[in-house]
């Protein structure tokens, strides 16, 4: 039964702290999104990478978020110093290629971070 | 620039009622896939169904049914004799091709509660 797997599924820390989301894609979909959701902004994308490449991070505070796709089977998201507005679910998800640039998602179970 | 709106931020019923969920989206592509995900209070996100913009024809799984209408650029819908387990946020998203925009675009989602 082929999954994302995200970890830890909760996480709570301190203010400044960093902070390190894991994620397992589905072997063979070479797409990974990174998404936030709040109850206040829905899901936002935050990044997303093709082949472990950067495509998109314009939807992550530069200064403080870095991602990155090590190798094909491992995403990371860092926060780096962490701050409470940074509380919220982080998913990561798997992209099918449905051909020519579109794609169909699976999600992980989510991330729940709280900042305090 | 994609754009997917659904109008009903909560909806509440009693259970055996029959609910429609609204989705409308905006696009330039000709080429394009939209989907519906469920998120149960658990909060996964669980994939329900995917059409393709070529593919016009209603779907129906059991209690549930979609219905794509490209000259409204909608893709509604509908739980026939809603449960208690049908409570949930449902998210539609639009994934276009070729576009060179953001390769998965979610609307802002509707609560559904549905009341024993």
């Known amino acids: 039964d082929a999954r994302v797997t995200q970890t830890p599924r909760h996480k709570v820390t301190e203010m400044g702290q960093e902070v390190t989301m894991r994620c397992q894609p589905i072997?063979?979909?070479?797409?990974v999104f990174w998404y936030r959701q709040t109850m206040m902004q829905g899901l936002e994308l935050l990044a997303y990478?093709?082949?472990?490449?950067?495509?998109?991070d314009s939807g992550m505070p530069k200064d403080r978020f870095s991602a990155e796709m090590p190798d094909a089977t491992l995403a990371t998201l860092k926060i780096q110093p962490s701050e409470p507005r940074d509380s919220a679910v982080y998913f990561c998800?798997?992209?099918?290629?449905?051909?020519?640039?579109?794609?169909?998602?699976?999600f992980g179970q989510g991330t729940r971070l709280t900042v305090v | 620039a994609q754009k997917v709106t659904q109008a009903q931020t909560e909806i509440s019923v009693v259970e055996k009622e029959d609910v429609t969920l609204d989705c409308v989206y905006e696009?330039?592509?000709?080429?394009?896939?939209l989907f519906w995900y469920k998120q149960p209070p658990s909060g996964e996100l669980v994939f329900l169904i995917r059409?393709?913009?070529?593919?016009?024809q209603n779907e129906i799984s059991g209690r549930y049914s979609w219905n794509f209408q490209k000259s409204t650029s909608s893709f509604n819908f509908t739980i026939t004799a809603s449960q208690v387990v049908d409570s949930a946020v449902y998210f539609c998203?639009?994934?276009?091709?070729?576009?060179?925009?953001?390769?998965?675009?979610f609307g802002k989602g509707t609560r559904l509660s549905v009341i024993a």
């Open positions: 998800a798997s992209g099918l290629d449905l051909g020519q640039g579109a794609f169909q998602a699976f």
């Open positions: 072997l063979g979909h070479n797409t």
């Open positions: 990478f093709r082949n472990r490449a950067p495509l998109d």
């Open positions: 696009t330039r592509d000709t080429t394009y896939y």
């Open positions: 059409r393709n913009s070529f593919d016009e």
């Open positions: 998203a639009l994934s276009e091709s070729n576009s060179g925009n953001t390769p998965l675009v």
